[in-house]
């Protein structure tokens, strides 16, 4: 098989890619073999028909269908193994000659990876960010616990404030007609939880049990359900119950009855401890996505629309997926955020494009860098993976076992190694 190559725009390559007679007339056998035995002809048992007799019935052309649809793509995944370019693209076919007793020749048009020209990647001038833990930090997760676990308390004759929790019953009505999702029983509600559209829950403030109150009210112009933006409406709520967050007083006791602590100040030096971890984690990919903006900055990248495009497509089907498991299809939840696809492809377009500038230019590094993946490492990040997963052993032996690599968790461990090494060739400052 012949290959040749051609660059035909930015970032875009023609395959001239010639198979065989021998290689091609291979295809159409096959696509006779596949073909006779639907093929009635006088004379003979179905099945059984010479192929000469069906070429001189028909034409050769009757088994070209079959025989390109096998032939060209595998052709076309041999020649992108002779080739100097990442395809990043599905690749537009034209036949360039197609005769009986003649090499197949055909054109593949595809879009490429580009070529990234790097700027200074080593000896950055980087600032180590500095990780310290403010008391009133560690206070606000003390009060954050004392939330969790304090108790609700029934009030009997009592005003309702923020931050109380009220048992309803209520019915919206729009000019005197109820309308649908307008009303429910027995619904929980904590005011100051923005539950409901302005005004609901500030008005049910000063409310008292076995109390009946109309709230008028005027849904947002902006609000998801087209029929009811900017519409005026009066609930009448009926309030069965109204409780009250009691909070446990700050002492050993509440330790014990929180943790497996048995004083407050060793509760508050294991939340000072998280606190640290979770603070130098952050710190570390803060810095980290600094320094590789910085190098990206200093290269020359443009970016294919097609791979834009296919990132873009990534990223929805996650939102998707994310949204369904939650319950909710997608196609409702562009009506509630009152959105197109082709909104969200344009916020989530940034995104996209950043990460894919990060990821071509550590590529560019690992590949300049002769950066490989040892066995051990790439072991390590399998077990790493497939435990977040929840992988059993006998799966995770099945996957080293592979004869091939999982080229995505290769390439992760690649552009971890190229960020590694950016990092250990700069200056560093602020430690």
Sequence with gaps: MK???????????????EVPETDFEVAVEKAY??????????????????????????????????????????????????????VVSEPEYEMVQLEKNKPLIFKAVVFV????????????????????????????????????????????????????????NFVGKINGEPFEGGQAENYSLELGSQTFIPGFEEQLVGTKTGETKDLDITFPQDYSVKELAGQKVVFTVDVLEIKRKELAPLDDEFAKDVSEFATLQELRDEIANKLEQVAKENAEKEFKDTAVQK?????QVEIPEVMINGRLEAMVQNMEMGLRQQGIPWDKFLELSNQTQEDIEEKLRPEAE???????????????????VSAEEYEAKIRTEAAKAGLQDEQIERLLAAEQRETGIELSIMLDKAVDLIIEQANLGGE
């Design 354 to 372: 950043k990460a894919l500038a990060k990821e071509l230019v550590l590529e560019k590094i690992a590949q300049v860098e002769n950066i490989v």
């Design 3 to 17: 290959v040749t190559t051609k660059e035909v725009g930015k970032n875009k390559v023609e395959l001239t890619i």
């Design 33 to 86: 073999r596949t073909m006779v035995k639907k093929i009635n002809v006088p004379g003979f048992r179905k099945g059984k028909a010479p192929r000469f007799i069906i070429e001189n019935m028909y034409g050769w052309e009757i088994f070209l269908d079959d025989a390109l649809q096998s032939a060209v793509p595998q052709a076309y995944l041999s020649a992108l193994q002779e080739i100097e370019y990442t």
């Design 295 to 299: 190098v990206v900055d200093n290269a």
């Design 113 to 168: 990876k580009p070529e990234i020209v790097l700027g200074d990647y080593k000896g950055l001038e980087l600032e180590k960010p500095m990780v310290k833990i403010e008391p009133e930090e560690i206070d606000q997760e003390i009060e954050n616990m004392r939330q969790r676990y304090a108790k609700l308390v029934v009030l009997n004759g009592e005003s309702a404030e923020m931050g109380d929790f009220l048992t309803i």
